[in-house]
């Protein structure tokens, strides 16, 4: 079992509508999560770490489920320039600094 | 504020070549980490520094790369001899202790796109 995984994808969603992607992780002493996006031909960028509340920015709300050991990203009211790929990122448990990736959503907005 | 900052951002060579990646950290930053990335395999480390000083070399794919960091701000990959497999993105990131447990992640140079025929 992969540490960390997501549906690969792609995800087609028009455009406005809400898309939802989860991402489950293997070892329960991870403490630290967050979704990156990564566009074509682009270095991945932090879109917003995940909190044990859960965290809004804007029409993003993530999400941390600890007992199943999964996270959420959901996106509302989505854009065209939503579309890029997805990367769910965890904390290595025994490592403060070190990150575990998974392979990635590929979410496309159509007009 | 300047980000992490690779060159160069292509390299082509022929095989049996050696290369030469470059990273600057951002400013204050005091940890590096050197990432492969694949169609097939994704994002993997290769190998990280802390405070200058390698921590980690397990995911180095084997002798032909080396890396070091000479100095707080600056770090270099190279390939000897290179050979067509090691064609990839080549990221390097960095990010400040314990800036994980804060929640900042890690920030990314642009990449060196390599290709090796």
Redesign the interface.
Known sequence: RKEVEQDPGPFNVPEGATVAFNCTYSNSAS??F?W?RQDC??????LM?V?SSGNEDGRFTAQLNRASQYISLLIRDSKLSDSATY?C?V?KADS????I?G??TKLIIKP | DAGVIQSPRHEVTEMGQEVTLRCKLISGHN?LFWYRQTMMR??E?LI?F?NNVPI?DSGMPEDRFSAKMPNASFSTLKIQPSEPRDSAVY?CAS?L?????G?????????T?LTVV
Do not use: C, H, M
């Open positions: 403490q630290s967050f990156y031909r682009k270095e991945p960028k932090l770490s909190y990367l990122v904390n403060n600094y070190q990150l990736w392979a990635g | 940890s994704g994002l480390l990280y802390n980690d990221f990010t202790i314990p800036g994980i447990k929640g900042y992640g890690y920030t990314f140079g642009s990449g796109r």
